[in-house]
């Protein structure tokens, strides 16, 4: 089961963008899917952003046509490019790792990182 440690998160206004970066601590290339989350207080966490290992990737309406998702098997990195910020993308962001095994799904979760857009 990998580590995984989430980086990039900040302060920035409405309209900006920030970068997010998930480093594992092993390999991420069997990993069937890496994906972002994301929880705002008093709300549930919610998937935002998926890519597997073929590099298919999917969104949330929510984010679709702001937020790039994109994994570097080689640097076992996954990041999220997230460009026009709203203050409702205001969250803790987590990266997860989602590895199909025999035995059922293998999930491991990253600290998370702090997002706040100021209107």
């Known amino acids: 089961q990998v580590q995984l440690v989430e980086s990039g998160g900040g302060l920035v206004q409405a309209g900006g963008s920030l970068r997010l970066a998930c480093a594992a601590s092993?390999?991420?290339?069997?990993?069937?899917?890496m994906n972002w989350y994301r929880q705002a207080p008093a709300k549930q966490r919610e998937l935002i952003a998926a890519?597997?290992?073929?590099?298919?990737?999917d969104y949330a309406d929510s984010v679709k046509g702001r937020f790039t998702i994109s994994r570097d098997n080689a640097e076992n990195t996954v990041y999220l490019q997230m460009n026009n910020l709203k203050p409702e993308d205001t969250s803790i962001y987590y990266c997860?790792?989602?590895?199909?095994?025999?035995?059922?799904?293998?999930?491991?979760w990253g600290q998370g990182t702090q997002v706040t857009v100021s209107s």
């Open positions: 890519v597997t290992s073929g590099g298919t990737t």
């Open positions: 092993g390999s991420i290339s069997d990993i069937n899917e």
């Open positions: 997860n790792a989602d590895k199909r095994t025999p035995w059922g799904p293998l999930m491991s």
